[in-house]
Each structure stands twice: as C-alpha cells, then as structure tokens.
C-alpha cells in the first residue's frame, strides 16, 4: 500500500522555539498533502491543504503565519510551528494523496506529537 | 455541507463477537466513502473504502457497503480480535471539482476483550 511517513514521531521544546514537522510519501507522488491536528479522543481537525508547488489553503481559524507549511516536491511537504507554546501541544498528522493511488483516496503518516513546555 | 454521523461509543465486545458500528452520511453528488483505523499513538490506516453506491469495500475479515438510499456506510465484522481495539472514523470526500477534503465522523473507540 501507500506509504506515508513523518519525522520526528515525537518532539519536545521550550516555549518560543519553532519546530519543523516532515512528511514524506515515500512510494507514490503526493501531489496533494493536508496537515490535521487531533486533540486527545477527537477527530481529526484539518488545518491546510497544500499543493506541491503553490502556497498552502489553510482552514478558517488556522493562523497562516503560525502554522508554515511548505510543499516543495511531489514527495515532501514540512509544517513549522513558529514560536510554539503550550496550547500547540497536540498530534500533529499529515496525509497524501496523488497520482497513481487514487486522489480520492489520503494515506496518512504515523503522526507527530508535540509537547510545548 | 458535508457531514457524518457515526455510533457513539465507546463499543465493548468479546473475542469473536459480532461487530457493527453504524455510519450514516449527509452530502450532494456521489461521495466517496472511507473507514479508516487509528491503532493507539499512531497515525489513521485506510481500513476499507467504496467509491459508488452498491459498492462494498473489504479488508481484514471487515465490511461495509455502499448504501446511497440510506445515506449509510456502516462497518462490520462478523469475528473480531484483541487485535482489533482501536478507534474507527467513518469519512468522506466531495464529488468533483476541489471537494477532496475528507470529512470526518467523530470516531468509535471499539475495545475487545480476551
């Protein structure tokens, strides 16, 4: 099947820092990669959508400027969370979708989580 | 817009019971429909998925078909596993155009007991 991975799985760092989160699909062209948070026994809340090349579309309520996310090849989109801080400790999930796997269809990676201290 | 409903939980069986966890969605056009499976601490895992109404998706001993006159989706099993507790999302995307986005149920915490 589709392979989606993400890296770190885990991180943790001090309030004010930024953290980069990678996602890659690592069997199939991704030309379209979402980002979600997900909250302890939530859903999924999607946060962006991007497509590879162009700027990301991000949900309402979702700050652009906080939230980074680049897509810059068929293979690899990265979030940066900026000056992080404690309510921004979550799992951070992304998935994929793109040619050859169905576009209908998202694969998602393994999840990042993210402790702000 | 689009929506989805599914069986609050939390469901509780016994190894080799009988499991249904209902799905019913709201949406124009001819969605695609997914159940996806999140294990504990890990990401979602595409379990089974129909594209077209009558459709029935399987995988892993795991159904559910496509049914457009009741709007429902609804997963079952006729045996399931210890290895089968997780939490199932019932979800959909759009037909056409930009409605990619999947939309999501809230979730079933299904947990089996030896």
């Known amino acids: 099947g589709a392979v989606v991975s993400q890296h770190p799985s885990w991180v943790i760092c001090k309030s004010g820092t930024s953290v980069k989160i990678e996602c890659r699909s690592l069997d199939f062209q991704a030309t379209t990669m979402f980002w979600y948070r997900q909250f302890p026994k939530q859903s999924l809340m999607l946060m962006a959508t991007s497509n590879e090349g162009s700027k990301a579309t991000y949900e309402q309520g979702v700050e652009k400027d906080k939230f980074l996310i680049n897509h810059a090849s068929l293979t690899l989109s990265t979030l940066t969370v900026t000056s992080a801080h404690p309510e921004d400790s979550s799992f951070y999930i992304c998935?994929?979708?793109?040619?050859?796997?169905?576009?209908?269809?998202?694969?998602f990676g393994p999840g990042t989580r993210l402790t702000v201290l | 817009g689009n929506s989805v409903t599914q069986m609050e939980g939390p469901v509780t069986l016994s190894e080799e019971a009988f499991l249904t966890i209902n799905c019913t969605y709201t949406a124009t056009g001819y969605p695609s429909l997914f159940w996806y499976v999140q294990y504990p601490g890990e990401g979602l895992q595409l379990l089974l998925k129909a594209t077209k109404a009558d459709d029935k998706g399987s995988n892993k001993g795991f159904e559910a078909t496509y049914r457009k006159e009741t709007t429902s989706f609804h997963l079952e099993k006729g045996s399931v596993q210890v290895s089968d507790s997780a939490v199932y999302f019932c979800a959909l995307t759009g037909s056409g155009g930009s409605n990619y986005k999947l939309t999501f149920g809230k979730g079933t915490l299904l947990t089996v007991n030896p």
């Open positions: 998935s994929a979708s793109g040619s050859g796997r169905g576009t209908d269809t998202q694969y």
